[in-house]
């Protein structure tokens, strides 16, 4: 050993450390430590305290929530959250920041709305008339995006949308001439070359005539 | 029970070599209580003898000590430390004085600068009092391996103590 060793020696001695042992902690341990040995006495080595199995559970479940969490943001991000460029790149932009501003959405409105528009629009380039019939009806969704979805249906809806939106317009009892269905049908009209189609005999035309008229018809007495 | 008898007779050494090398008696006694649990854990594999469970302790206690400083980082943290003034204020246990908590500090601020290797083998030596051949068996390494690299750890610390407390360097170091 070495002088400087030595002295070096002396020097850590000459400190005091607070190393006094605890008779408390070495008592909890060592019966926590028989309690493991037990353990692994009794099932073959493999049994771990408690607080281990609970730290796993634990972690196990951490890993879940997250897991969750992160699938409910992506599923959220990639049905609730349309292109980012959707509205600026499309041609009908103008129309469609008008649809916004009158609806005056904001926030989760806004997003929602942005949403319904991209659906709309994939319809549109599927030429789903199917579901743009069903969309024209839905009363959920605001009558300026219906109308949008009207005239693009007009486009290329053929003879069997027609008869689904007559079908449509007579359930609903659609009367206004810009109610989205009845535009969607007359663009179809226009385009394909159908008539009008004629309005159904009012309530009246049905009634029975008068006994009065009937009076009217009895023979003369001479 | 040997199991029983055997932390008790090794728990205090254990404890002891733990508390000089964590920086606070909690710290040493989570250390402590991983030691023996992974003690435990692996009790039935192990086929040495007396001497050898022993060293075996060590060599867990070395390995959790590390793995607690890695894990801290309390390593970058005690070489900022040496940088700044080596006078700073701690709170102090009541038995034990402001300038010897102060000396026990940097001491293990400039053990901490040291690689994990060398800390262990210091500490060995210096804390627990083992020889360069006991040393080696917990490190498994040669003994001559030992003395070389505690030669050069304490140059290594004789430097930490010149370049901040000029005046008791050549106290406490006094070869060269």
Redesign the interface.
């Known amino acids: 050993m070495s002088n400087g060793e030595n002295k070096f020696e002396h020097y850590v001695h000459s400190l005091r450390f607070d190393d006094e042992p605890s008779k408390d902690h070495q008592d909890k341990l060592e019966k926590q430590l028989l309690e493991v040995y037990d353990n692994r006495q009794k099932y073959g080595g493999h049994v771990e305290p408690v607080a281990v199995y609970m730290r796993k559970l634990a972690i196990a479940a951490g890993f879940l929530i997250v897991c969750g969490v992160l699938f409910w943001g992506i599923d959220k991000l990639i049905i609730t959250e349309p292109h980012p460029d959707f509205i600026a790149n499309h041609p009908d932009r103008a129309k469609l920041e008008k649809i916004i501003k009158d609806e005056q959405a904001t926030g989760t409105e806004k997003k929602n709305l942005i949403a319904t528009m991209s659906d709309i629009w994939d319809m549109v380039g599927n030429e789903d008339t199917d579901a743009l019939v069903s969309i024209l009806q839905t009363d959920d969704i605001a009558r300026s995006i219906r109308t949008w979805a009207a005239e693009y249906l007009g486009r290329f809806g053929n003879d069997q949308t027609l008869t689904m939106l007559d079908s449509a317009i007579l359930k609903l009892d659609a009367t206004d001439p810009n109610d989205p269905l009845k535009i969607a049908a007359s663009e179809i009209r226009k385009r394909l070359n159908r008539p009008e189609p004629q309005t159904p005999p009012g309530p009246d035309a049905m009634k029975a005539p008068s006994m009065k008229s009937l009076d009217d018809c009895e023979p003369q007495a001479d | ?1 040997a ?2 008898s055997l ?2 007779r090794h ?2 050494e254990i ?2 070599y733990c ?2 090398r964590l920086p606070d ?1 909690s710290t ?2 989570d250390i ?2 991983q030691v ?2 992974k003690m ?2 692996n ?2 594999s192990f086929t040495g003898d007396e001497s050898g469970f022993r060293c075996w302790l060590f060599r867990i206690a070395c390995n959790e000590i590390n793995s607690f400083y890695r894990k801290s980082a309390r390593h970058n943290k005690a070489i900022e430390k040496l940088r700044q003034q080596p006078q700073q204020q701690e709170q102090l ?1 009541d ?2 004085d402001h300038e ?1 908590q102060d ?2 500090d940097f ?1 293990k601020a400039a053990i901490e600068t040291l690689k994990p290797d060398h800390q262990d083998i210091v500490a060995l ?3 627990q ?1 083992l020889n360069s051949e006991q040393i080696g068996d917990v490190m498994h390494m040669n003994p001559a391996t030992v003395r070389s690299q ?2 050069r750890s ?1 140059k290594k ?2 430097k930490q103590y010149r370049l901040h407390r000029q005046q008791t360097a050549e ?6």
């Open positions: 029970m199991f029983s932390f008790r728990y205090d404890f002891r508390a000089r008696r040493a006694e402590t209580s023996f649990l435990v854990k009790f039935d246990s038995d034990l010897n000396k026990i001491l030596r210096f804390f009092g505690l030669s304490l610390l004789k106290e406490i170091f006094s070869y060269e």
